[in-house]
């Protein structure tokens, strides 16, 4: 490769990392951790629909891809139907949080323990 191909390589590699933090900061979905209610609720309604749910996903699949991070576990993902726990379109927030929970008591039993 010559000098200005990996010059021009460079510079694309950075504008890319730029872009990406730049959409990683004008989100306020987490990168990491237990998405919050209010920010699957964009419309305020007290409830996530299916729309608000995919456009979270989305988004965080955009921010971890841009952070060059590995995309470890996406055939894991919850679906909107694992969280809509009562079948009616739409998940509250106690069905949210008790699939949060739920979430949390698989890592946790999942995971090494201190005796292992």
Known sequence: MTNRNSLLAAATALISLAAGAALAA???????GP??????????DGYI??????????????QRASEG??????G???AFKDLDS?????VSP???QAHQQQRQ????????????
């Open 69 to 74: 991070r590995m995309m470890r576990n996406m």
């Open 94 to 96: 106690q069905e949210h």
């Open 76 to 78: 894991n993902a919850p």
């Open 35 to 44: 998405v919050p209610f209010e920010v699957f609720d964009s419309n305020g």
């Open 86 to 90: 009562d079948g009616d379109g739409r």
């Open 105 to 116: 008591k698989m890592r946790w039993g999942n995971g090494p323990g201190p005796d292992r």
């Open 49 to 62: 629909d299916e729309q608000e749910f995919n456009r979270v996903h989305s988004e965080r699949i955009q």
């Open 26 to 32: 004008d989100s306020n979905v987490p990168s990491r």
